[in-house]
């Protein structure tokens, strides 16, 4: 009898009482982020990631669980259910194992088996089986005689071919058995489609490809899925059938069925059978399987790569509550200028033309130095699209030759156009165009990269690997993963937070998200976090899941600016009484800070875990795990591809991390590739472990295909 909490105790190493615990936490709505930083206690300190995999793994086993159900009862009712078919039901460890088995008895017609059953040739096919050397046509021919239908001596033989397939058929073990066989032994082949070879150019290196199909890396298989889907080429697999036959004996010989083979060696006419069952019944079966398993674990492992890439670029360092002047450069259509304040909040806007065709270069420093001075502004945040590096040029001039007291930052700007015709930029900016709401999102992405992207669809911020390859449920799927980890992570200034950012906060929806910004735009701002039970729709359990993630810097408790969550506060308080202290006076205080640790036997009520995070807190209060705010400095003598030699060293910012190396921004409007092999001189198996995506980067240009756009380079001192 299957037992979920048995079974999840048994595959994550874990008691049973963890089980339960976490189990409890997950039906009661409890937030991953939550349980992983509040109940500690009670899951012994499961990592995120572990109770990701266990969320995950329980849905699984859940839903197998009720689709056998499902399954079971559906057969009952077409009075198709054997105990073996019941047997191999109940044996399945997948959804794909179930789809198999029921496959045959999809159709309310009679299966291929039954029907082989109902014209008589069960007798027949034992026979064959067991003792014929080759096909004894005779027999065939005098058995569909007897039968009032039009059969064939070929039509015989498939009948016959079908009931001995039939026990391997419905064994998952076997089909496992055979896509472990073809997976580890097998080629995956391509070949360009007829009168396609100059419509499908992109696609020439697959025009007449192999590659062994347990060795082909995520990204080539999400190029060869996209050809095929394209129309420009096709896929097969390919193997030895040999090992085939001597396979199937096996697992015959192993069920011990009534088409074991009862003799040392396969008969000329069984492994003749066999060889048919495979090419007719299994290998069709099995390469769309392993087809879509390949699909699936290319778009599973792309997908780690977006996540890990899109993680990086939300936790990159934010440059904090500075005055950022941000311009989103172009030629004939102009440069796009907003100006926004240390909370975010649009100032300013304005359009120069200092570049061709227009040429008003002197009108667009004038315009520049004013609102720079005017707005006390100290950080310019420059988009890297078009006119980007000379619109970089204008402005690292005009500051070295003014004395500005201001940085030029270069900002991605990939996304910032969806963002601006969104219903969330709508929403914010009624009154404001377009463009000029694609530049407020640049300088704010640079102020806080974290609040800003989450507005941006996943396929739209370009850190992916092929990311329009891989089904948007699955790309959203881990985006909000992502993004509740980050954000919880990092924690939220609840008097600063907008809408669509709380609402990724443990605990709070879309409205309850809404319902706060409301109610700090009637009330003003919070006081406390407690003052957080007022706003409509949160209740006991609401608060006890997103408190803790929710900071108020200028709150009397100074816990509230922590991530002590509130239901600690009294155990906070406990320890500063029996130091004869304030809790104002444990913060940041490191004598104090040792003596509580000293004194942790007279705390045997608070938990190990509890009692760990409390002295970290109160060490580093509401402390950012992000890193300080750091920026590259391109070179200012290089501003197109044409302009790169080999050999040159320059400083890039990594832009996207892949299976294969690290693109790397170096100003010229195209990123160059550090591939693998470039990025140390030792082995690397994977980019992600030297560098993430925001990292300032050294490299070398090795090669300039100027023609195709492609930069090679190499990276230095990693």
Known sequence: MFNLENQLAKEFNISVKIVKNTLSLINEGASIPFIARYRKDQ?????????????????QLQELESNKTKLIEKL?????????????IQASQTKKQLEEIYAPYKSTKLSVFELARNLGFETLALESWNHWTSWNDAKLLAHTKNIDENISIEDAKIHIINLISEPLLLKPDFIQACETYIYNTGMINSRVIRGKKEVGEKYRDYFDYSEAVKNIPSHRALALFRGKKEGFIKLALSLSTNEIPRLA??????????????????????????????????????????????????ENEASKVFAQNLEALLMAAPAGNKRIMALDPGFKNGVKIAVIDEQGNFLKDAVIYPHPPQNKTHQSEET??????????????????TASRETDKLLNDLIKRENLDVICVTVSESGASIYSASEIASKEFPDLDVTIRGAISIARRLQDPLSELIKIDPESIGVGQYQHDIKTSRLKEAL??????????????????SASLLEHISGLSPSLANNIVTYRNEHGSFNTRSELKQV??????????????????????????????????PLVAEIATKLGSSIKALISNTQAIDKIKSLRSEFPHIDHYTFEDILLELAKPGRDPRPEFKYAKFDQGIEKISDLVEGKVLEGVATNIAAFGVFVDIGVH????????????????DPASLVKVGDILKVKVLEVDEKRKRISLKAIGL
């Open 670 to 685: 195209q990123d160059g590739l550090v591939h693998i092999s470039q990025l140390a001189n030792r082995f690397v198996k």
């Open 480 to 497: 909000n993963i992502v993004i509740e980890d980050c954000v919880n992570k990092v924690g939220v200034d609840l008097n600063s937070a």
């Open 249 to 298: 004996i096996n697992f015959l010989n192993s069920l011990n069925l009534k088409y074991a083979v009862r003799q040392n060696r396969i008969s000329f006419i069984q492994e003749e059978i066999l060889n048919q069952v495979w090419l007719t019944k299994v290998l069709p079966k099995i390469e769309s399987n392993l087809l879509l398993q390949l699909k699936d674990k290319a």
């Open 76 to 88: 009952t009712n077409n009075k198709q259910l054997t105990n073996d078919l019941k047997n191999s």
């Open 368 to 385: 520049l130095i004013s609102l720079i001075k005017n707005f006390r502004v100290s950080l310019i945040a420059l988009g890297n699209g």
């Open 536 to 569: 409509k729709g949160i209740g006991n359990k609401s608060f006890e899941h997103c408190a803790g993630f929710l900071r108020i810097q200028t709150s009397d408790n100074p816990l509230d600016a922590s991530g002590v969550h509130p239901e600690s506060y």
């Open 43 to 59: 899951t012994q300190g499961l990592s995120d990631i572990d109770l990701r995999n266990f969320q995950i793994r329980q849905k």
